[in-house]
């Protein structure tokens, strides 16, 4: 347990959290809504610092960030909790765990124990990741911190709920985010996530300034946010907010945790969306959960030729060298995009 960064006191004991939008606001012998972070006598402490469910040698695809040292392996790390309450969480085993102090969940690391088996793994980067890492701010800053020193990328796999204080914090230090740009109405995130749209469109905004790479995650529910008129103002978003170079994953839903209400997307509503995205102007919209389908190639925005193909989580192809197409010479965005067949 380690004091939290980004909070301040206030009267009678209580404390304010900074960390994530919410912004709770925490009385004595409390937590947030997080139910990582506690209020000790005033003092609010991180509760799952150093404490992890979850580390993996992972495709870096998997997570899915596409545009980062494609065919690499990130190694992934993740402690429970989540600031989100969403009724289709994949990972709600631990995302909505909270930690007993009696008996802590996950195994202990330090931020050296997590870089050095990144290292020893042969991974390229290092993935905050499975839940919402967020939360466990503090591992994140001091793991991101060493891990680039130690010559790895960092990537983010988050719901954006971070304030811009943390951005400004952890920015320096993170190469590339994954965010879940989950809908694009206030009512779901209020009645699916209990939380805001807003602050989620400012931290993908500001990420981008801070000089973040991006990868956008939309995973597309039937009748809740599979509208093409929703689809068609996330995607418009995307492009004139972060750039026509930001790809766009357009996830397949399936029945899961506390929405098993509805079938799984239809696969047409998968390619319109993606045809959506591609109109908006944005240079990879990708699909996601649909096997079999050439949604899951980095095409050339230039000739239109598949520079990248893949199976899975597996590249079979990657036509880019110094990260140009080498069909013709178009500039594929991304970092060490040049990628690694196996
Ligand atoms: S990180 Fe947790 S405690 Fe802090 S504002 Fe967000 S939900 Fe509340």
Redesign the pocket.
């Known amino acids: 347990m380690v004091e939290a960064l980004l909070y301040e006191r206030l009267e009678k004991n209580a404390v304010r ?8 606001t ?1 009385k004595e012998g409390r ?4 139910s ?2 506690e209020n000790q006598g005033g003092t609010l402490i991180s509760l799952v610092y150093g404490r992890l469910v979850a580390a993996a040698s992972d495709p870096v695809e998997k997570k899915p960030i596409w545009h980062l040292a494609p065919g690499s392996l990130s190694f992934s790390v993740a402690s429970v909790g989540c ?1 989100f309450s969403c009724s289709f969480c994949q990972n709600a085993d631990i995302s909505q765990l909270a930690p007993d102090e009696n008996d802590p969940t996950g195994i202990t690391a330090t931020p050296e124990s997590v870089v050095d088996q990144a290292l020893a793994a042969g991974a390229r980067s290092i993935a905050f990741t499975y839940t919402e890492p ?2 466990a ?1 503090e591992f994140v800053l001091d793991t991101a911190r060493l891990a680039r020193e130690k010559g790895l990328f960092t990537i983010l796999v988050t719901n954006g ?1 971070l304030t811009f204080e943390a951005i400004d914090l952890l920015a320096p230090y993170l190469t590339c985010a994954n965010v879940d740009l989950k809908a694009f109405t206030h009512d779901f995130y209020k009645r699916y996530c209990r939380a805001s749209l807003e602050p989620v469109k400012d931290a993908i905004l500001y990420l981008k300034q801070k000089g973040v790479f991006l990868e956008i995650t939309t995973l597309l529910i039937p009748d809740l946010n599979d509208s093409m008129d929703e689809i068609d103002q996330i995607a418009r978003f995307i492009a004139s907010g972060t750039g026509p170079d930001t790809p766009w994953h357009l996830s397949r839903f399936y029945p899961t945790y506390r929405m098993t209400d509805r079938p799984p997307t239809p696969m047409e509503t998968i390619l319109m969306a993606r045809d959506i995205g591609i109109k908006a102007g944005l240079r990879y919209v990708y699909t996601g959960n649909l096997p079999e389908n050439t949604g899951e190639n980095t095409f050339c925005y230039g000739c239109g030729r598949a520079v990248i193909q893949r199976s899975g989580y597996r590249l079979v192809t990657v036509d880019i060298k110094d990260n140009r197409c080498i069909f013709c010479g178009t500039y594929i965005d991304g970092i060490d995009i040049d990628g690694q067949t196996s």
Do not use: D, K, M
């Not at 959290?17 to 709770?24: A, G, I, K, M, Y």
């Not at 937590?31 to 997080?34: E, I, K, N, S, T």
């Open positions: 959290c900074n960390l994530c939008s919410h912004r709770c925490i937590r947030g809504r997080c990582v972070r600031n967020t939360v701010f709920y």
